[in-house]
């Protein structure tokens, strides 16, 4: 079977790729040459921690940078007064990869589009949210 040669890499190469945000990249910059209108894209992973609920990579394809933002626990942890956490407005917690969303549906016009694989009692596992740019390149 012809593959892809993302999906060959993919399937033979990505696992070992050391660490989520040089596979994010890595991707990304892939499904980019293969001529996939993307901005970026977002990988969420839950994490089995007391305060961290969850981590989430944020790649931007015009730059090829990745950076890394923290979902906490609903409540957080209270320092000073101020409950610090992944809460949105009105002090719920904020959604499994909801900032991922926010980040992407402001790099561009297009679609954000989610996938989720895998759950822990019915808690996504992981993520992957990308958006779709609808800029002509």
């Known amino acids: 079977m012809q593959l892809s040669s993302t999906l060959s890499w993919l399937v033979d190469e990505a696992g070992e790729t050391p660490g989520a945000d040089r596979l994010l990249a890595e991707l990304g910059a892939r499904l980019v040459a293969d001529g996939l209108p993307l901005a970026g894209g977002a990988l969420t992973l839950a994490v089995p921690h007391p ?65 989720t694989v895998g759950s822990r009692a019915g808690r996504a596992f992981a993520r992957l949210d990308r958006a779709a740019s609808v800029h002509a390149r």
């Open 51 to 115: 305060l961290i609920a969850r981590r989430t990579w944020l790649w931007q394809a015009e730059s090829g940078e990745v950076i890394e933002a923290l979902g906490f626990v609903a409540g957080g942890f209270v320092a000073g007064g101020f409950v610090a956490g992944g809460l949105a407005a009105g002090g719920a917690a904020s959604p499994p990869g909801d900032a991922g969303r926010r980040w992407l549906a402001g790099l561009a016009a297009g679609l954000v589009h989610d996938d």
